[in-house]
């Protein structure tokens, strides 16, 4: 007489642990790049931003005593307006991009897309940066450096986003 198992052969058991979802991306070095680009000029416009905005009364100060030698007469609580102004925006496009990294590296596509609209707009930034440094007379070597150290970080950036390769694929579960 034979001997016939209870249980069945472990190759025709179905398996009794959830399928796992296997996403359809991959991770594109160019994009973790364009990710860390968004974060280190993020977290360098939050600390900007909060500096300024901490020191705005010492700022309108020295603001003020370089317009006056200018020859220039602006009111005092216009000028700590101005600039606690942009020191909130600056602070506001520092959450932005630093919420953009994350979503980029997350694999979200309103990452991508925030990442993009944050690059175009460094781009920008940092062509009129280099144009402005730029003079037919005299180029100033500090400001041309300056400038293409905010306008090539953000081109590579943006070019990495555009063209991220499999990085934001969709996701899909098998089973």
Same mark, same amino acid.
């Given at each position: ?27 594109? @070095? ?83 897309v ?8 460094g781009?920008l ?20 450096? @300056? ?5 090539v ?23």
């Amino acid at each position: 007489m034979a001997y016939t198992p209870a249980i069945p052969p472990l190759s025709v058991v179905p398996p009794t642990y959830p399928v796992r979802a296997v996403p359809a991306h991959g991770t594109a @070095a160019r994009v973790v790049f364009a990710a860390v680009v968004l974060l280190v000029f993020g977290v360098a416009q939050l600390v900007g931003g909060a500096l300024g905005t901490v020191f705005v009364a010492s700022l309108r100060r020295a603001f003020g005593q370089a317009l006056r030698d200018a020859g220039l007469r602006i009111e005092a609580t216009a000028l700590t307006s101005v600039l606690a102004a942009v020191f909130v925006v600056l602070l506001l496009v520092g959450v932005l991009h630093v919420v953009a990294a994350a979503g980029v590296l997350a694999h979200r596509n309103w990452g991508r897309v925030l990442g993009l609209l944050l690059g175009a707009l460094g781009v920008l930034i940092g062509a009129i940066l280099l144009y402005r440094a730029i003079d037919v007379r005299v180029v100033r070597a500090p400001l041309v450096l @300056a400038a293409a150290g905010v306008l090539v970080p953000y081109t590579t950036a943006f070019a990495a986003l555009l063209f991220p390769g499999r990085h934001f694929g969709r996701r899909r579960t098998h089973g």
